[in-house]
RNA sequence: GCGCGCGUAGCUCAGCGGUAGAGCACUACCUUGACAUGGUAGGGGUCACAGGUUCGAUCCCUGUCGCGCGCACCA
């Protein structure tokens, strides 16, 4: 092995080997475990989201395959259609050419080409972090199949009366041309004005004030409306207003919508761009004027003056219009909810189209239940609250976009304006031949599917839906659900409905909702911030020139650029070493907490790569001290060292730990226990333990056979239980070590997991090293406070209340005096008088080296010794404090009690101890 | 308005009824045969604030202050 621990030598070939022998597929024995992936868009590439979601769904596959379990991650991809259009629409608009210059068919066959391009950007980079997803099985949401279960459940929706295509307002792009659902639409408050018109009531000189954040609308006006209780404008209630501009006269009509004290109490009535106006003008029976065209200008339904003028422009001569005619009241400053399109960030129209909606009540009513009643559980399980909460106020949701790249609507029309919903042209020719009783000409919508129908399709479309195969019938429902809050109502809830109608069951039993990713700042990761980390170049390392120009180029506000190279530079002056997948992964698990915000340090991935190195060099020392005498070949008696024992227990300990923990998805702590375990225990504790016994010509053959096995069989299986979190440095490490521990396999990777049964836990043994660590620890802490060299050894006393101790040391006196580098090691009573000695308190255990013949300092040894009286009395003084209250005695568990009693007794000896020492030390 | 979350060491975060923890950063010493991507020792916290429950509260409850998120919104 060599010295110095280097992943870009192991990775890439490691997963290779994995993926060429075909061990991610599903076993076909076991218990199932599936878990589909969020499928990522295909023309996309890998963002730190993806990692630390991946990560997790990996850490669980593995972890499951190795528990013997038919274990499937399903990978894939989605054609995400507007963000791949825009995409592609973008590439034209740099030849000079418009997606209608081209055509559909021309446009969706570019879509296509620049899938292939790129489609397989994102594959090669999930293999980088070490994805055992089953390649083999991949899926794309265009694919045949998967489009074929879009038009299948499509027409049965529609044939059950849960799809309906309805004229209504809809939230319109005019950037894009697209209708869109009321999820992308992303409201924020905006600084706006309230412009106080004047409407002159027909027949009088008396007029009524109206307030709007939209004057342009005013020319879609049909009513004015008032609160009807409100006595300042009941007499006005059925008066006609000429509403200016337009001289069109509509009525002053008595609304309970209107809030009185609002404004002027009196609301202008634009039914055809505003949501609530729409269901004023329902109730009203009012007229609905459309004066916006597909681009938000105003149409011939206004006059002339304004025709063709975009809303803003528009909205500045309606304005200016009304101040001539002297009907503008006042102008007042005022924030407003601006919706916006969360792809274009376009101001977007509520505005009258056909479009295609899903009744959503009837399938939601069951997916709420089915969380309710915990057939499916949310991880943290307080996001059920935000579940419920948005399927219980859900609305219609309309699923057609006006765009060329999707699942294009399986709708047909004829002249006379009939639809007929098919599986194909032939199926709805035949449907038009029933109802009109001759052959017509159809011609087939031309708008495609929102992507996340799809989408919510895909635990069962991907398994091979609406055949019933046999991965369906094994692997659905999947277990669970791994992906981040913000698409619980875009996806996990759409797959939750469809998955309950079309599938027969819950598309997932647990839903684990991660935090997001954000920068150092706290920020979320964006390319227009330029705070993009991209999880390759954690993995491999990036120069600075190349990072600031990965940040800095195909900026869609390109005045940014120099800001975000400026931030770069001072972040990453040197650019960003190299840290390794299995560091990348590491450092993912261990910010999995439960918290929806996680902070990505650079710290902590570097603290991550060094811990690789650390279990890589202890590797590398078990290997050195094993390969002359390999343990799995030996032959004579074993003799297990208590520190054999001990560490065999505290691996049965982490054992356990690590699968309760991961058992509750908190990789956080799963990671601590293997971190600490590996650094804590068995590094800095058990390989010195070992070293005595190995080196010295005093150990047995029986003891050595013993601890070069315990070393061997701990290594092993350690790795194999880290193996989940790190896969590639485990496989490295064990293709070496698991032949000494006698276990012989292609690959980790299809071990078991390890059982706490595995290693028993062993109380005595773990009794048994305290004091031997307490011997060491306290000689360690006097060399530090008397400026000792290493090298030196000192004479050293021991004291302790419990009986057992001496016997523990003295059947481990050359490993404690080893480690501890002492020369003479005397065990006295606890009350035994001592010379004047440096001192240290370990537990309730006493560790002293005499003054003599050590060169110090009185002084400084008196302050040292002020200073631990100065704290033991704090101690003390707070557990008395206890039980001055009776109360304590009485009702406090009788263990607390007697723990409470035991500490009292050990800081007062403790004191007198050191006012003994204090004494000493001073006349010296 | 409704719902949710967060305030613990300089920084990033665990812990959540009974002696305050980790990583990074910091200080001193140490290249000893696994590892300087290291070792050893050490400094550093009235656990936001105020009440309450309890023998005992960082932890449970209530409120206050500060920060953040989602949903719905009055023209």
Same mark, same amino acid.
């Given at each position: =092995? ?40 295909? @023309? ?14 990996? /850490?669980?596959?593995? #972890?499951?395959?190795? #528990? ?17 259009? =825009? ?12 997606? %209608? ?119 879609? +006006? ?16 059925? *008066? ?97 909810? /601006? ?18 909606? /899903? ?48 699942? #294009? ?68 429902? @999947? ?6 809050? +913000?698409?619980?109502?875009?996806? /996990? ?33 964006? *390319? ?37 190279? *400026? ?46 190195? *650390?279990?890589?060099?202890?590797? %590398? ?73 190995? #080196? ?8 050595? %056979? ?23 440095? @485990? ?72 009986? @057992? ?32 000695? &440096? ?52 009702? &406090? ?21 050191? +006012? ?9």
């Amino acid at each position: =092995m060599q010295k110095t621990y280097d992943p870009k030598d192991i990775e890439q070939r490691t997963y290779q080997r994995w993926e060429s022998h075909g061990w991610f597929k599903p076993s076909g024995q076991g218990a199932p475990y599936s878990i589909v992936i969020p499928p990522p868009n295909v @023309t996309g590439t890998l963002h730190m989201g993806h990692a630390f979601q991946h990560t997790l769904m990996d /850490v669980l596959t593995r #972890q499951h395959r190795m #528990q013997g379990e038919n274990t499937l991650w399903q990978p894939g991809t989605d054609h995400a259609g507007i963000a791949t259009q =825009m995409v592609v629409e973008r590439q034209l608009n740099a030849e000079g050419v418009h997606r %209608r210059d081209i055509g559909r068919e021309a446009f969706v066959k570019r879509v296509w080409d620049w899938k292939a391009q790129s489609g397989d950007t994102i594959s090669r980079q999930e293999r980088r972090i070490g994805n055992s997803v089953d390649w083999t099985r991949d899926r794309f949401t265009m694919d045949e199949g998967l489009s074929e279960a879009v038009t299948d459940v499509f027409v049965r929706l529609y044939e059950d009366g849960l799809i309906y295509r309805g004229k209504r307002l809809v939230n319109w792009d005019p950037v894009l041309h697209t209708a869109l659902s009321d999820l992308e639409v992303m409201s924020q408050e905006e600084q706006g004005s309230l412009w106080h018109f004047r409407y002159p009531i027909e027949g009088g000189s008396e007029h009524l004030v109206v307030a709007t954040t939209r004057p342009e609308t005013m020319l879609g +006006d049909t009513a004015v409306a008032v609160h009807p209780e409100d006595e300042r404008y009941k007499h006005l209630v059925g *008066k006609q207003i000429r509403l200016p501009l337009t001289g069109r006269l509509i009525p002053v009509i008595a609304d309970d919508y209107v809030d009185p004290a609002f404004g002027s109490g009196c609301v202008k009535i634009t039914p055809g761009h505003d949501f609530n106006d729409y269901q004023i003008g329902v109730r009203h029976s009012l007229p609905l004027i459309n004066i916006f065209d597909a681009n938000a200008a105003l149409n011939d339904e206004v006059p002339e003056k304004y025709r063709g003028l975009d809303r803003f422009a528009a909205r500045k001569q309606v304005v200016a219009d009304l101040e001539a005619l002297g009907l503008v009241e006042k102008i007042e400053p005022h924030k407003l909810q /601006v919706p916006r399109g969360d792809r274009s960030n376009a101001v977007l129209e509520p505005w009258l189209t056909d479009q295609w909606y /899903v009744r959503i009540a009837p399938l939601a009513e069951p997916a709420i239940k089915c969380v309710q009643d915990g057939r499916i559980r949310f991880v943290p399980e307080n996001w059920s609250k935000t579940y419920y909460q948005w399927m219980e106020n859900i609305q219609d949701w309309c699923i057609s976009r006006q765009l060329w790249w999707g699942h #294009q609507i399986p709708a047909w029309y004829d002249d006379q304006g009939n639809h007929y919903v098919a599986h194909s042209e032939e199926q709805a020719k035949q449907q038009a031949r029933a109802k009109l009783g001759r052959d017509v000409t159809l011609k087939r919508d031309e708008d495609v599917l929102d992507t996340w129908f799809s989408s919510a399709l895909w635990p069962f479309s991907t398994l091979g839906w609406p055949q019933q195969t046999p991965e369906l019938k094994s692997l659905y429902p @999947t277990s669970v659900l791994v992906t981040g809050f +913000d698409i619980i109502f875009f996806w /996990v809830a759409r797959m939750i409905m469809m998955g309950l109608k079309f599938a027969g069951d819950v598309p997932f039993r647990e839903v684990y909702i991660t935090g997001l990713i954000r920068d150092e700042n706290g920020d979320k990761m964006s *390319k227009s911030k330029g705070n993009i980390i991209d999880p390759l170049d954690l993995i491999d390392g990036i120069d600075l020139e190349s990072l600031v120009a990965k940040r800095t180029t195909g900026l869609m506000q390109p005045k940014d650029k120099d800001k975000i190279e *400026k931030n770069t530079r001072k972040q990453f002056p040197t650019g960003m070493p190299s840290y390794g997948a299995d560091a990348l992964r590491f450092t993912f698990c261990a910010l999995a907490t439960m918290g929806r915000d996680i902070r990505f340090d650079l710290g902590r991935i570097e603290g991550y790569r060094n811990f690789c190195n *650390k279990l890589w060099n202890a590797a %590398r020392y078990v290997m050195m001290n094993l390969e002359s005498a390999p343990p799995a070949t030996a032959t004579g008696p074993v003799e297990y060292s208590v520190a054999d024992r001990w560490i065999r227990s505290r691996l049965g300990a982490t054992i356990e730990e690590v699968r309760a923990r991961l058992a509750e998805y908190r990789f956080d702590l799963a990671s601590q226990a293997l971190y600490e375990f590996a650094w804590y225990e068995y590094c800095d504790w058990y390989l010195e333990l070992s070293k005595p016994t190995l #080196q010295s010509e005093q150990s047995s053959d029986a003891q050595k %056979r013993g601890t070069r096995e315990t070393l061997a069989v701990v290594l092993e299986a350690y790795l194999r239980l880290l193996h989940p979190l790190m896969p590639f440095i @485990t496989e490295e490490i064990w293709q070496s070590v698991a032949p000494m521990a006698g276990i012989k396999g292609e690959t980790i990777m299809l071990q078991s997991y390890p059982t706490a049964a595995e290693f028993s836990r062993d109380a005595a043994a773990e009794a048994a090293i305290t004091p031997i660590k307490a011997v060491i620890l306290g000689a360690r802490q006097i060399r530090g406070q008397l400026d000792i060299p290493q090298a030196r050894e000192i004479a050293v006393a021991f004291q302790s209340p419990e009986a @057992t101790d001496e016997a523990s040391i003295q059947a481990s006196l050359d490993v404690v005096r080893g480690v501890g580098k002492i020369g003479e090691l005397k065990i006295l009573p606890s009350d035994a008088p001592l010379p004047p000695s &440096a001192t240290a308190n370990i537990d309730r255990r006493t560790i002293s080296s005499p003054l003599a013949g050590l060169i110090t300092d009185p002084q400084a040894e008196l302050a040292r010794l002020r200073k631990r009286k100065a704290g033991v009395e704090q101690n003390l003084k707070k557990e008395e404090a206890k039980f001055a209250n009776p109360n304590f005695v009485a009702n &406090a568990k009788p263990e607390v009690v007697a723990l409470g009693h035991e500490r009292i007794a050990e800081f007062r000896r403790q004191i007198a101890q050191l +006012d003994e020492q204090e004494n000493m030390v001073s006349r010296l």
